[in-house]
């Protein structure tokens, strides 16, 4: 559900759309993050006795999503040095995220990994059927869209699975390694399967202009 925007969309959508796509990507990054950290956090978590929907979603992510928002929208700045060093802790988060992912990964039989079928069933509908399925829905019912923002929805819907969820799926009491398992099987996928699907794509926009 979740793709990897940072490590991934963002490299791939500078390469096929350019500057334009950057600011779809900006606006994706926002929605995308808030989403994984609220709703994310709620389907992982399953039905847990006695706490609330709004408990699940409230968490320190959220929290500080919003607040960036809120930043964002009444253009505050940070001084300085305030600034750098939280820049410098956020540009550290994913990096943190690989090696966790790759700490579980370490402890992994790789042909267990490879031979979970189930997971190449979320390749196939994920990172093929779906941006199909989005293409066309865009072009029936919302035809009046640009290109570009068609190219980078469909884009967006072939990406491999987020990192962050390796984590959020062991914190909250689901299958963190099989979450595990499909982030590193969709990101080896996705070396194959975007270059795929973002050529059948143009192919059909080509038909249908």
């Known amino acids: 559900m979740f793709g990897n925007g940072t490590f991934v969309g963002l490299p791939v959508t ?16 926002i929605l995308d993050n808030l989403t994984a950290w609220s709703i994310g956090v709620y389907f992982c978590s399953g039905r847990k006795t006695g706490q609330k929907f709004w408990r699940k979603i409230v968490t320190p992510t959220t929290i ?12 505050f700045r940070p001084s ?28 992994f039989d790789l042909r267990s990994v490879f031979t979970t079928k189930s997971v190449y069933l979320l390749v196939g509908i994920k990172m093929l059927l779906l941006p ?17 923002a068609k ?17 959020i799926a062991e914190a909250n ?16 996928c996705s070396m194959v399967t975007i270059p795929f699907i973002m050529y059948v794509i143009s192919f059909l926009q080509k038909i249908i202009s």
């Open 151 to 167: 190219f980078f929805f469909c884009l967006f819907a072939a990406l491999p699975s987020m990192v962050a969820f390796s984590m």
């Open 132 to 148: 199909l399925l989005l293409f066309f829905l865009i072009t029936w019912f919302a035809g009046f869209l640009p290109v570009t």
């Open 173 to 188: 009491g689901s299958d963190g390694e099989y979450a595990t398992k499909c982030i590193f099987v969709t990101t080896i």
């Open 14 to 29: 500078m390469a096929v759309l350019g500057e334009a796509g950057l600011i779809y990507w900006s606006v994706y990054a």
């Open 80 to 107: 300085g040095t305030v600034f750098e060093t939280l820049k410098t802790v956020g540009a550290a988060v994913p990096y943190l995220a690989m090696i966790y992912v790759g700490g579980i990964l370490a402890t």
């Open 64 to 75: 500080s999503l919003l607040i960036a928002i809120l930043v964002l929208l009444i253009g």
